[in-house]
């Protein structure tokens, strides 16, 4: 088993160790504290996911913020992701994989919001992230000078995500468990900073 598949494996034993309501309260202090970040303040357009089970619980807050912002939910197309406003949630459709996706919503390219806010299967303190090993977020985020924040539980954090060159970092996680959250505002290697500059 590869280093990524036995990441994976680990992060899925953890889950199983916390109930729905551990999981419930921890995605509320993560929730709350990923609100109060400027960006998210001020941002008019954020790109946020509807959650699976075992993800960081969306629901509520993609239901809320649409009221005063506009929300884009990722839905599949090909091998890509594109976005789609979220309006309602009688308008989402289950996609591949269980995930439920807008049906109606108008269409917006990454490039269009202020805020993209990631799931992730593990992420570590340099904004690595290791997702499901599909590839639909890293295609989607590759746009230069997006604002990528990753939230996730505490046992999702890693001391170490091996990454690739395709591999997109997030500049910002929260990371939380129970009632407590921490922003974490990823520290990437000179070389990367160099470029991204």
């Keep these: ?50 959650s699976l089970p075992g993800e960081v619980f969306t629901h509520d807050l993609v239901e809320r913020w649409s009221r005063s912002k506009r929300i884009y939910l990722p839905v599949m197309q090909g091998d890509g992701l594109i976005l789609k406003r979220f309006t309602d949630r009688n308008d989402l459709r289950e996609a591949r994989f269980g995930v439920q996706e807008p049906v109606t919503g108008e269409t917006a390219g990454p490039g269009d919001m202020e805020l993209i806010v990631v799931p992730g299967v593990a992420f570590d303190r340099q904004g690595n992230r290791l997702g499901h090993g599909k590839g639909f977020y890293d295609r989607l985020l590759h746009e230069p000078g997006l604002l990528k924040a990753g939230v996730c539980f505490d046992y999702q954090m890693q001391e170490r995500i091996p990454c690739e060159a395709h591999d997109v970092a997030m500049d910002l996680l929260v990371c939380g468990s129970d009632r407590n959250a921490e922003l974490i505002e990823c520290r990437r290697p000179r070389s990367e900073t160099a470029r991204n500059a």
Excluded at 18 to 26: D, F, L, M
């Design 1 to 50: 088993m590869n280093e990524k598949n036995t990441i994976r494996s680990e992060i899925r034993r953890q889950a199983e160790l916390r109930n729905e309501r551990w999981r419930r309260q921890s995605s509320e202090a993560i929730l709350r504290r990923l609100e109060r970040l400027d960006a998210f303040e001020r941002a008019a357009s954020v790109a946020l996911y509807w």
